[in-house]
């Protein structure tokens, strides 16, 4: 069983980045626009390239988040193909392929979901599409003119890394996630974003539902003998 979520005014880093894994289910309880001004506050803090800080945050609660979860998951359900902003290849493959499956395979043996319950697989998809049903949806966009400039995309990787850590030592949980931006018109239109902004990638925010047990999954990371290699050290 993974440790509760931290309320403490104060947790050290390590602390903090080992306790944070990602929120799936969360009481319905509403989020003050001060408590997440504060996180955004200290998002912003993230370095960028030249400091250009290329990023922009649109909080959405209430009906207009609704209607992005109405639109999102009817498009999705109608067939409609995924309409997203940031690009990505046809699913991925090899290691990529293998620890995508490990993760699914974690959240679903923690909700007790079979391999062949067609049903309750197909109602975790959507409860994706619905941005796990958080109060608070952050959609963080790039400026159009970055859009193909990669370094761009890393600077925003940061700043929303910050935004679910320091939610986290607020007492809130997240979930970054591409599957409530599948149709990125619906959010567009729904959450005004301006023509000179590109979406890519919103976060799931709210208060942690402590009886939801996917929130206790810790998911794994590759040793670092795997993805570290040390150049000129003695041995
Ligand atoms: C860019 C990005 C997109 C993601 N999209 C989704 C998503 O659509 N649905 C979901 O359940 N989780 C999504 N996640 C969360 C990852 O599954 C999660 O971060 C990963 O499994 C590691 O788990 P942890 O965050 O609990 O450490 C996304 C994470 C990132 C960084």
Redesign the pocket.
């Known amino acids: 069983m993974a440790e509760n979520i931290s309320k403490q005014p104060k947790i050290d880093f390590e602390t903090l980045v080992k306790q944070?894994?990602?929120i799936?289910g969360y009481k319905p309880d509403a989020v003050s626009k001060e408590i997440i001004d504060e996180i955004i506050e200290i998002a912003k803090r993230a370095p960028s390239s030249m400091n250009t800080q290329p990023w922009h945050f649109h909080v959405i609660t209430g009906d207009p988040l609704e209607q992005i979860r109405k639109g999102n998951t009817e498009r999705m359900l109608a067939g409609a193909s995924v309409d997203r902003e940031i690009k990505m290849g046809h699913g991925y493959e090899g290691i990529h392929r293998d620890r995508q499956v490990e993760?699914a395979i974690q959240l679903f043996s923690a909700m007790e979901i079979e391999r062949d319950d067609k049903e309750r697989r197909q109602d975790w998809v959507m409860r994706?599409f619905r941005q796990f049903d958080a109060p608070v949806s952050i959609v963080v966009t790039l400026d159009k003119a970055l859009e193909h400039d990669t370094v761009g995309h890393f600077d925003l990787g940061a700043a929303t890394y910050g935004l679910v850590l320091a939610a986290w030592t607020k007492g809130l949980g997240s979930?970054?996630?591409?599957?409530?931006i599948m149709q990125s018109s619906v959010v567009r239109e729904f959450a005004n974003i301006p023509e000179d902004e590109v979406i890519m990638?919103c976060v799931a925010m709210g208060y942690p539902d402590e009886s939801f047990v996917a929130n206790d999954?810790q998911?794994l990371r590759a040793s670092n003998e795997s993805v570290v290699s040390y150049v000129g050290f003695d041995e």
């Open positions: 944070r894994r990602s799936r993760i994706g979930v970054i996630n591409g599957q409530g990638t999954v998911s």
